[in-house]
């Protein structure tokens, strides 16, 4: 294995698993979604020795299944959550600048005054509006990367949402936030920037027993087991957290999107925010998406019970996000333009709050009575600022020697400023300063492998080679997400498949 490498595949993964066996490392980092490899990437810039297990795949769980923003925390103000509000917009801040600038785009949050909208609540989003400018100008996030929040006239509510009611319009409130190409890509850029520094990404091994000392790992392809000695275990499991820390209870919430095409919104170039009757702080929210989709969000309900690999949404969420986001269409959506679903579970810290609506997104970071240190609740956006809490944590309770947390000057791969003058588009977005050597490494593969389908076998090979895809399922439910359509990745299941045997 090259010290220095980035890349993730069967054959890193195997000399890995080969050095590891029976040994000790400083830190082990249970769980592979986006605030578990931020945890392997901080303790890795450190300076210490670190390895990630994860059960199944990079963004297997709740990390893949987010609305793929980037936000400032705009909705915690409304609830008073003002600190958690300052921390999403500093995070953003470094998120859009520095670490991950090619993953996300400015992006145009558009509240169409409606006669469904009066003036007194239309007055009460756009306080909102300013106090979120308020954060963005704390967190020094320059106002040519996003503008203030303004209002704009009908016609340019219209030019934004072609599909808006436009009877009764009387304009709309425009703020703007971030928005990711993707979460799993996300995800996937933090794990190969941690492998880039020294740091063990191992999928498809799971931690049977975990304490202060180490843990205990199956290896899921082999059915092998080994023991792996560690100065600090962190327990970054999302909403299957508890079943390693028993000292914590969680209170999952399940949040749900619709796939809608493109044609049912007319070409939307913004989000669409509609407000939920009877509430003056929840929207549901229509997304530009790539393959010509539209993701419409987002639930809020319980959800108790075992927790499944993959979560699926109700009936009465479906007819919810259809009914509210139609308020403010001129044809409404219906079950007939409906492409697919996905739902993911919040790992929320359980408070004894009447609604989980109202349970805090601040994060919790604490040490259990086996030892093993655990990070729940947050977000997507807060990642690095709890994978920061949880090293410095196990560093204080454990005397390791490390450096100072550098994670907010750390570019992912693909962040370089480098830009090969071939690519542009989707393949950009989605690869940033490495598009160039996704198309080299595979010449003569950069066509789409269907038509209506802006994903290439060049990809797809490149996802199994440097991004630690070994299946299908990797290739088109995370690495893209062509899968989110039953019916491309039906498409698109020969491609991928070529791709793997290729290697």
Same mark, same amino acid.
């Given at each position: 294995m090259?010290a220095?490498?980035s890349s993730? =595949?069967?054959d890193r993964r195997?000399?890995d698993?080969?050095?590891i @066996?029976g040994? @000790? &490392?400083d830190?082990v980092?249970?769980?592979?979604?986006?605030?578990g490899t931020?945890?392997?990437?901080?303790?890795a810039?450190r300076?210490l $020795?670190?390895?990630?297990l994860?059960?199944h795949d990079l963004a297997?769980g709740t990390?893949?299944?987010?609305?793929?923003?980037v936000?400032?925390?705009?909705?915690?103000?409304?609830?008073?959550?003002?600190?958690?509000?300052y #921390?999403?917009?500093i995070?953003r801040?470094h998120?859009?600048?520095?670490?991950?600038p090619?993953?996300?785009?400015p992006?145009? =949050?558009?509240?169409?005054?409606?006669?469904?909208?009066?003036?007194?609540?239309?007055?009460?989003?756009?306080?909102?509006?300013?106090?979120?400018?308020?954060l963005r100008?704390?967190a020094r996030?320059?106002g040519?990367?996003?503008?203030?929040?303004d209002?704009?006239?009908?016609?340019? &509510? +219209?030019r934004?949402?072609?599909a &808006?009611?436009?009877d009764?319009?009387?304009g709309?409130?425009?703020?703007?936030d971030?928005q990711l190409?993707?979460?799993?890509?996300?995800v996937?850029?933090?794990a190969?920037?941690?492998?880039?520094?020294? @740091?063990? %990404?191992l999928?498809r091994?799971?931690?049977?027993?975990?304490?202060?000392?180490?843990v205990?790992i199956?290896?899921?392809?082999s059915?092998?087991e080994f023991d792996?000695?560690?100065?600090?275990?962190v =327990?970054?499991a999302?909403?299957? @957290?508890?079943t390693l820390?028993r000292d914590?209870?969680?209170?999952?919430?399940?949040?749900t999107?619709l796939?809608?095409?493109q044609h049912?919104f007319g070409?939307?170039?913004a989000?669409?925010?509609?407000? *939920?009757p009877g509430?003056?702080?929840?929207?549901?929210?229509?997304?530009p998406?790539?393959?010509?989709?539209?993701?419409?969000?987002l639930?809020?309900?319980?959800a108790?019970?075992?927790i499944?690999?993959v979560?699926?949404?109700? +009936?009465d969420?479906i007819?919810?996000?259809l009914?509210?986001?139609?308020?403010?269409l001129e044809?409404?959506v219906t079950?007939?333009?409906?492409?697919g679903?996905?739902?993911?579970l919040r790992?929320?810290l359980?408070a004894?709050e009447?609604?989980?609506?109202d349970?805090?997104r601040?994060?919790?970071?604490q040490?259990?009575?086996?030892?093993v *240190?655990t990070?729940?609740g947050g977000?997507?956006t807060?990642?690095r600022?709890m994978?920061?809490?949880?090293?410095?944590?196990? %560093?204080?309770?454990?005397?390791?020697?490390a450096?100072p947390?550098?994670t907010?000057r750390?570019?992912?791969?693909?962040a370089g400023?480098?830009?090969?003058?071939?690519? $542009?588009? !989707?393949?950009?977005?989605r690869f940033?300063? +490495?598009?160039?050597?996704v198309?080299?490494?595979?010449?003569?593969?950069g066509?789409?492998?269907?038509?209506?389908?802006?994903v290439?076998?060049? #990809?797809?090979r490149?996802s199994?080679r440097h991004e630690g895809a070994?299946? *299908?399922?990797?290739?088109l439910?995370r690495?893209?997400? *062509?899968?989110? &359509?039953a019916a491309?990745?039906?498409?698109a299941e020969d491609a991928?498949r070529?791709?793997?045997? !290729?290697?």
């Amino acid at each position: 294995m090259t010290a220095r490498s980035s890349s993730l =595949n069967a054959d890193r993964r195997s000399l890995d698993l080969h050095e590891i @066996a029976g040994g @000790a &490392v400083d830190l082990v980092v249970i769980g592979g979604g986006v605030t578990g490899t931020g945890v392997a990437l901080d303790a890795a810039t450190r300076g210490l $020795s670190v390895v990630l297990l994860e059960a199944h795949d990079l963004a297997f769980g709740t990390s893949r299944w987010s609305s793929k923003l980037v936000h400032g925390g705009l909705r915690y103000l409304g609830t008073g959550d003002v600190d958690v509000a300052y #921390e999403s917009a500093i995070e953003r801040h470094h998120l859009m600048t520095t670490i991950a600038p090619h993953l996300i785009r400015p992006l145009p =949050n558009v509240f169409p005054e409606l006669p469904s909208m009066d003036r007194k609540h239309a007055a009460l989003v756009r306080a909102g509006h300013w106090g979120g400018d308020a954060l963005r100008r704390a967190a020094r996030t320059p106002g040519t990367l996003l503008p203030r929040p303004d209002r704009i006239d009908a016609a340019t &509510v +219209e030019r934004y949402t072609p599909a &808006v009611r436009r009877d009764g319009l009387r304009g709309g409130l425009r703020f703007w936030d971030g928005q990711l190409v993707d979460d799993a890509r996300l995800v996937v850029a933090i794990a190969r920037t941690a492998a880039y520094h020294g @740091a063990r %990404i191992l999928t498809r091994c799971r931690v049977m027993s975990a304490s202060a000392a180490g843990v205990r790992i199956r290896d899921e392809l082999s059915g092998s087991e080994f023991d792996l000695a560690a100065r600090a275990v962190v =327990n970054a499991a999302g909403v299957w @957290a508890g079943t390693l820390a028993r000292d914590i209870s969680l209170r999952p919430s399940r949040g749900t999107h619709l796939v809608m095409p493109q044609h049912a919104f007319g070409g939307l170039t913004a989000s669409l925010m509609v407000p *939920i009757p009877g509430s003056t702080t929840r929207f549901v929210f229509a997304l530009p998406a790539p393959h010509g989709r539209v993701y419409v969000g987002l639930t809020d309900e319980e959800a108790p019970g075992p927790i499944p690999d993959v979560p699926q949404a109700s +009936e009465d969420e479906i007819d919810f996000l259809l009914d509210t986001i139609g308020l403010a269409l001129e044809r409404p959506v219906t079950r007939a333009d409906l492409l697919g679903t996905f739902s993911g579970l919040r790992p929320l810290l359980d408070a004894g709050e009447a609604s989980s609506a109202d349970v805090s997104r601040r994060h919790v970071v604490q040490r259990g009575s086996d030892g093993v *240190i655990t990070v729940v609740g947050g977000k997507l956006t807060t990642y690095r600022r709890m994978a920061q809490d949880a090293v410095d944590l196990a %560093i204080r309770d454990t005397g390791l020697t490390a450096g100072p947390c550098v994670t907010r000057r750390v570019p992912l791969v693909g962040a370089g400023p480098e830009r090969d003058p071939r690519v $542009s588009g !989707e393949l950009l977005r989605r690869f940033g300063s +490495e598009a160039g050597a996704v198309l080299d490494s595979s010449p003569g593969l950069g066509e789409p492998i269907a038509e209506g389908i802006d994903v290439s076998r060049a #990809e797809l090979r490149f996802s199994v080679r440097h991004e630690g895809a070994s299946t *299908i399922g990797d290739l088109l439910d995370r690495r893209t997400r *062509i899968g989110l &359509v039953a019916a491309d990745r039906a498409r698109a299941e020969d491609a991928a498949r070529k791709a793997l045997e !290729e290697g």
